[in-house]
T-cell receptor
Framework: DAGITQSPRHKVTETGTPVTLRCHQTENHRYMYWYRQDPGHGLRLIHYSYGVKDTDKGEVSDGYSVSRSKTEDFLLTLESATSSQTSVYFC????????????????FGAGTRLSVL | GQQLNQSPQSMFIQEGEDVSMNCTSSSIFNTWLWYKQDPGEGPVLLIALYKAGELTSNGRLTAQFGITRKDSFLNISASIPSDVGIYFCAGRGSQGNLIFGKGTKLSVKP
């Protein structure tokens, strides 16, 4: 998994509770991403980071926030979890990113399976 | 926004058969990537393509970057049981982020 650790790997929580997922990398890559994967939708980008304290929204960012206080850690927070946020969440990293980067190859973690009851 | 159409959605293979799948878009992409995902795991990069017309192989896998830059193809020759899984194409969009297809699920014929 290219030096990427996601925690926890599985979580069950109740509607309305806050949830934080963690992604930790040992590659010192600048870019980090959070995706969700749902049947029939493939992988959809939630938020991404292009450096410490530098983040931006993706395609499906509503209901999610992120923080990156260190190069190696990227946190995804669901402030008040809803059943529609039941999904598998993947973290990815890349050394390059942005419009000018032809070699924007992303490497993925093993995922976190989240169930919101 | 930019979208990718990946086909087929699913297919059944018999050991030894060749497999083909493709991704198309109405938008131009500058990079095409192919990933494979096994159950309970994250996607793993198989092949990366950077130039229109480029043909790249990785063992029994061959992928091509379409000349129009709006499509890409992945072929698997002489399939084996461990080829089963979900294959995703991804294109680098105009904002630099990757756009993913919805996947092609490969299963073994009963």
């Amino acid at each position: 998994d290219a030096g990427i650790t996601q925690s926890p790997r599985h979580k069950v929580t109740e509607t309305g509770t806050p949830v934080t997922l963690r992604c930790h990398q040992t590659e010192n890559h600048r870019y980090m991403y959070w995706y969700r994967q749902d049947p029939g939708h493939g992988l959809r980008l939630i938020h991404y980071s292009y450096g410490v304290k530098d983040t931006d929204k993706g395609e499906v960012s509503d209901g999610y926030s992120v923080s990156r206080s260190k190069t190696e850690d990227f946190l995804l927070t669901l402030e008040s979890a809803t059943s529609s946020q039941t999904s598998v969440y993947f973290c990815a990293i890349s050394e390059w990113g942005g419009r000018g980067a032809a070699k924007n190859i992303q490497y993925f973690g093993a995922g976190t399976r989240l169930s919101v009851l | 926004g930019q979208q990718l159409n990946q086909s087929p959605q699913s297919m059944f293979i018999q050991e030894g058969e060749d497999v083909s799948m493709n991704c198309t878009s109405s938008s131009i992409f500058n990079t095409w990537l192919w990933y494979k995902q096994d159950p309970g795991e994250g996607p793993v990069l198989l092949i990366a393509l950077y130039k229109a017309g480029e043909l790249t192989s990785n063992g029994r896998l061959t992928a091509q970057f379409g000349i129009t830059r709006k499509d890409s193809f992945l072929n698997i020759s002489a399939s084996i049981p461990s080829d089963v899984g979900i294959y995703f194409c991804a294109g680098r969009g105009s904002q630099g982020n990757l756009i993913f297809g919805k996947g092609t699920k490969l299963s073994v014929k009963p």
